[in-house]
């Protein structure tokens, strides 16, 4: 990318992501260390989702009032406040487990405006044609910190301590706030009218491909919980019937996917913006195939591969997903798009996680596996039936 902003972008919000995977596993050593507790570490991730939740739904009241950068930069630099009072209240008394949680649940509230200000900003700071090549670029960078963070992060709170681990999150922040600091947004004109809060949900709604799109979205948040940490530990022990270190392999093999989409779709944007459509009809229906078969085998080796290829074509659905959105949505409504967009995910998603858990403990895996190739299946099939509006 030759684009001096959208470096500045990717770069800050590096900083950012790389800062977000280390506080949590500090806040985790942190939190373990002070209660010994599981049921207070599963209230983390439970009070960040539901803190990104609201954080899209009161998006547009802050999008009435900033700009984008200004959005950026300003919840970018109070999360940095608020990690330096976490890591002074550390240092200077034992702070109790709510303060820590409400720490985190007003951190996490910040950052759920973060993804949906930089994806409406990129139409902004790179040209239509580099939209897709710009999209998998920053999805790159997203995966490889979300595949080396965790692993980085243990092995610092290991060799240090949550406490220290906690300042050096502090110090990326206050790197990706000056980063973002830099990036002009050209041709920036204010808004005429004020934003409503559900204009977000309004557009999306009126609008014949976004409402297909997040249709999509909808059913494969649901989907894809199966993925998570959670399902496939009990996937390797009950099914695989392997130890644990295999638990952190098909973690690794589905990152490793991940990153391989995004560079595949780098490496050939000209026949991925030509053949866009095509390419997120026939993904819908690769990945509820390989969700089928991976639910179905218990063959280990299998297994890591049919993850890489899962991961490899769920980058490639989700390119195309957020591509078509910035390509068909007018600029001036992506941000509240996008908010809307955050929220639908975050609560999907996390009552998605229970009602998961619940049937994986009340059946078994494979069914759970099942159960999404299904929805998959459902997802891909509405696409198909509604195709012929992405040509209008």
Known sequence: MRFRSFRFLWVGQGFANIGDVLYIVA???????????????????FTITMARFVSGIFAPLVLNRVSLKGLLVGSQSLKTVLLGWLGLSLWIFTPSVLFILMIAFLIAFLDGWAAPARNAMLPQL?????????????????????????????????????????????????????????????????????????????????????????????I?????????????????????????AWW???NASFFIGLIAGGMAVSRYTRWFERYMKETLLMTCFSISILTFIFGLLSVPVIALLLTVLSGVVEQIKSIAMITMIQKRCPNESLPEVFSAQSALISITFGLGSLFYGFLAELVNVPFVFGLSGVLLLGSALYLRKNIHIFNE
């Open 248 to 250: 952190g392999y098909l």
């Open 27 to 45: 806040l985790i050593a942190v939190l373990y260390q002070a209660t010994g507790s599981a049921l207070y570490l599963s209230l983390l991730p």
């Open 126 to 218: 790179v040209t239509e044609n580099e939209l897709a090549k710009a999209n998998s670029f920053v999805a790159v960078v997203d995966q490889s910190i979300q595949f080396g963070g965790w692993a980085i992060g243990g092995i610092m709170v290991a060799a240090t301590s949550g406490f220290i681990v906690i300042w050096i999150t502090f110090l990326m922040y206050v790197i990706s706030t000056l980063m973002m600091g830099f990036i002009v947004v050209k041709g920036y004109q204010d808004r005429q009218s004020k934003i409503q809060m559900m204009s977000g949900w309004k557009i999306i709604w009126k609008h014949p491909v976004l409402r297909v799109v997040h249709m999509m979205i909808v």
């Open 220 to 244: 494969e948040a649901i989907a894809n919980v199966v993925w998570i940490a959670a399902i496939l530990y009990i996937f390797v022990e009950e099914v695989l019937m392997k130890s644990e």
